[in-house]
């Protein structure tokens, strides 16, 4: 349990001791100084938001994925007939928390971009935005560190964390003082749980497989999104340094090779194999998940593109290590070749070319239409440029991931924007959230790169 210095203090009546206690200010506004969240200046993102093909799609399911969330879930929900200050989700696990933190975050996206249209969702602006407040400063304050028996420090509570604080910090300025210090202590308590954490593998050093059918790629990857929000939000806080690095640490480890464990090229200040311990992919850069060569945690190093959203949001450069083997890993996805047998028949690429349907050479246990997470992936094979392995580039893929999402959108009966119908299409509780944070992710990146302040660094820090 990490013990954090608290920032206020208690006035007694008594007046000598009031006079003692006076003194103590100082010290706690410049603790504040140190520790206190710089906003994001939305003023200096004044160009013109994209229009091309590609951005008009995504955003067409980001604006349907706001229905859904502002109108059928918010009621099924419960929210609808709550009447406290804070919501309540039902629960401290990841069922009651991932999913509300993601439809957080992409309300947030979206009202911030100027996404956002009332006239595709029927609801107000205004309404939207207020909902979007109550979303995140809710799930800030039933963050363990605000509230007792509340939900954090947990396996994947870092990344619960991003999404809540991320929407937080998108709508720092629509927040009260005490929800601010609700969402900024939550963030800062989950990034100082990596102080000292040991990052974990796959395989050792030695080559071992030490976590047998569970790679770690993901799990650093979701991880580093926490230290990366962390570290855009609070640049000057003392363990700044401390988190950076860490979060340095797990970007480049997330889909390390073997071979990367003799990888000379320098990343902010060190060999590559001197920031590891360990592998997490495999040599052909695929990874291994629930037992299998498994595409969808391949594809989960997405959580490492969040870097340049955030970073680019905070004035700052993006770390050059947020791209560590990602031309390798989105290779692994459009040209590498299985055979069959031993791979499931027919064999061959994950990507089809000239198809939305994704080959699972292991078979496929999330279900038969996911597909927006393949649309990020290539959406910011585009954006950062590292889709120059591959014979086909990510604006070639992208709309035949994305479609299908939308057309599922537009299937009859789906009036309020939801995707999924029957289970088999995505065996996910949360599937219906987990569209709209990606869409919106997707669609902050084409953003993004359209305000052309993106940048990248390969400094020690």
Not at 197 to 224: M, Q
């Amino acid at each position: 349990m990490i013990a954090f210095k608290k920032n206020y203090f208690f006035i007694p009546y008594c007046v000598g001791i009031f006079l003692i206690t006076l003194s103590a200010p100082s010290d706690v506004l410049a603790q504040s100084a140190h520790t206190k969240v710089v906003p994001i200046r939305w003023a200096s993102f004044n160009k013109a938001r994209p229009n091309d093909k590609n951005s008009e799609r995504v955003l067409k399911i980001l604006l349907n994925t706001n229905k859904y969330a502002l109108t059928s879930w918010w009621k099924s929900k419960g929210f609808a007939t709550q009447d406290g200050q804070y919501l309540t989700f039902g629960g401290v696990k990841e069922t009651a928390i991932r999913p509300a933190a993601s439809e957080a975050l992409a309300l947030a996206i979206s009202l911030k971009t100027g996404a956002y249209d009332p006239k595709a969702t029927g609801i107000s602006t205004a309404d939207a935005k207020a909902m979007a407040v109550q979303l995140a400063v809710s799930l800030a304050q039933q963050h363990k560190v605000n509230l007792a028996q509340g939900w954090g420090d947990e396996w994947q509570s870092a990344f619960w964390a991003f999404l809540a604080g991320s929407s937080g910090y998108f709508l720092w300025d629509d927040l009260k003082d005490d929800d601010r210090e609700y969402v900024r202590k939550m963030v800062e308590y989950e990034a100082n749980r990596f102080n000292a954490y040991v990052v974990p593998y796959y395989r050792n050093k030695e080559g071992k497989i030490i976590s047998v059918g569970d790679t770690k790629a993901e799990e650093n990857a979701w991880n580093s999104s926490l230290l990366q929000l962390a570290t855009a939000m609070m640049p000057n806080h003392p363990n700044w340094r401390q988190w950076m690095n860490k979060n340095i640490e797990l970007m480049i480890s997330s889909y390390a090779r073997p071979s990367d464990l003799k990888n000379e090229a320098v990343y902010h200040g060190k060999k590559v194999s001197e920031w590891l311990n360990g592998s997490n992919a495999n040599e052909d850069a695929t990874v291994i998940n629930h037992n299998r060569v498994h595409p969808d945690y391949l594809v989960s190093i997405t959580q490492l593109f969040n870097a340049p959203l955030l970073y680019t949001l905070a004035g700052m450069a993006t770390p050059n290590a947020a791209f560590f083997n990602a031309d390798i890993s989105y290779s692994a996805l459009v040209d590498l070749k299985f055979q069959s047998p031993p791979y499931k028949s027919p064999g061959g690429t994950i990507y089809l070319d000239n198809s939305p349907n994704v080959y699972y050479p292991q078979g496929n246990d999330w279900g038969t239409h996911r597909r927006l997470h393949f649309a990020y992936f290539d959406a910011a094979a585009d954006a950062f440029k590292f889709d120059r392995l591959v014979k086909k580039k990510g604006s070639y893929w992208e709309p035949l991931h994305a479609q299908v999402t939308l057309d599922m959108q537009m299937r009859p009966n789906h009036e309020d924007g939801h995707v999924y119908e029957a289970k088999i299409e995505d065996t996910y509780a949360g599937r219906e959230e987990w569209v709209a944070q990606f869409a919106a992710r997707i669609y902050l990146t084409k953003w993004i790169m359209q305000q052309q302040k993106y940048k990248v660094t390969n400094k020690a820090y």
